[in-house]
C-alpha cells in the first residue's frame, strides 16, 4: 500500500483557536480525521506529523526518502523563510504538493512568497481543510498513474 507524510509545520497545532477568520474553525485534530477518512476511502496509508520546530521538520522530511511515496506539507511561515526546508525537499526528491488553508496570495505581501513551492509539484492554497484533501487527490493521482506529470 502507498504511503503518504502529512507533515504540518509551526503554529498549525493552535488550529481551532488561532486567528478562526482566516484559518476556519477546525482544530488540527478534526482536520487529521478528515484526512485519516479520505485516506482509508482512497486506499492509502497516512503518516501525519506537526512541529513547530524547523529542524525537526527537516529530519523529519530527510527519514521520509525512500520510506514514503509522497508529501503533502503546509510549511507554514516557514513556507516563506525555510531554505533548510526547501533544501531537504530538493534532496528527498518525494513527489509533494504544497497546501495553505488560506490563500496566501490575497494576503500580505510577505506571504505572497514561497519559497518551497518551486520544489512542489503544485500548491493548494485557500480553501480551508479541504486544501490538504485536494493536496492529497492531486499527490495520490500523480503517484498512482502510469504516466507521470514530473
Ligand atoms: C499558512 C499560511 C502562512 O502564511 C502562515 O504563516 C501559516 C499558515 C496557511 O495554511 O494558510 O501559519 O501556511
Redesign the pocket.
Given at each position: 500500500m502507498k504511503k503518504i507524510l502529512v507533515l504540518h509545520?509551526?503554529?498549525?497545532n493552535l488550529l481551532g483557536s488561532r486567528e478562526n477568520e482566516i484559518?476556519g474553525d477546525l482544530t488540527l485534530a478534526e482536520i487529521n480525521k478528515r484526512i485519516k477518512k479520505f485516506a482509508k476511502e482512497k486506499g492509502f496509508v497516512v503518516d501525519l506529523y506537526q512541529s513547530n520546530h524547523e529542524g525537526e521538520l527537516v529530519t523529519k522530511i530527510q527519514e521520509a526518502k525512500g520510506t514514503v511515496d509522497a508529501m503533502v506539507i503546509?510549511?507554514?511561515?516557514y513556507?516563506?523563510t525555510s531554505i533548510a526546508i526547501r533544501d531537504a525537499l530538493a534532496a528527498a526528491k518525494i513527489p509533494t504538493v504544497e497546501?495553505?488553508?488560506?490563500n496566501?496570495y490575497r494576503?500580505e505581501e510577505f506571504?505572497q512568497k514561497s519559497l518551497t513551492a518551486p520544489i512542489a509539484l503544485g500548491v493548494i492554497?485557500g480553501f480551508g481543510a479541504t486544501s490538504y484533501l485536494l493536496g492529497l487527490q492531486a499527490v495520490w493521482e500523480n503517484i498512482s498513474q502510469r504516466h507521470k506529470v514530473r
Open positions: 509545520g509551526p503554529n498549525l484559518y503546509n510549511p507554514a511561515a513556507t516563506h497546501v495553505h488553508l488560506s496566501i494576503r506571504r492554497s
